[in-house]
Nanobody, 119 residues
């Protein structure tokens, strides 16, 4: 089991920055990919950024060049630096971690942190 706790959300004006942090505990040695997802009101949850154990990253097209994901090699944390924020970035942001078992990928989720960007 992996437990994830997010922090760092809040209210910011358009053009501002926020840094989200995700602290992982439990069976963290088994984590492969860590990532950040978001869900805006009335919309489906979508991937924002992910980073593999190798350090390879993947970003949603809408945040590329503005958001940066990072993690430590011991799988204890994953951060999302968000710059040049826009009102459309308003959403609940969730930390995600993936492990594997005999049946395939096992995802874990944090409780979410609200990010609100005012115009």
């Amino acid at each position: 089991q992996v437990q994830l706790v997010e922090s760092g959300g809040g209210l910011v004006q358009a053009g501002g920055s926020l840094r989200l942090s995700c602290a992982a505990s439990g069976s963290i040695f088994s984590i492969n990919t860590m990532g950040w997802y978001r869900q805006a009101s009335g919309k489906q949850r979508e991937m924002v950024a992910e980073i593999r154990r190798t350090g390879a990253t993947n970003y949603a097209g809408s945040v590329k060049g503005r958001f940066t994901i990072s993690r430590d090699s011991a799988n204890r944390w994953a951060n999302l630096q968000m710059d040049s924020l826009k009102p459309e970035n308003t959403a609940v942001y969730y930390c995600n971690a993936e492990t594997f078992d005999a049946n395939g990928v096992v995802p874990y989720w944090g409780q979410g942190t609200q990010v609100t960007v005012s115009s």
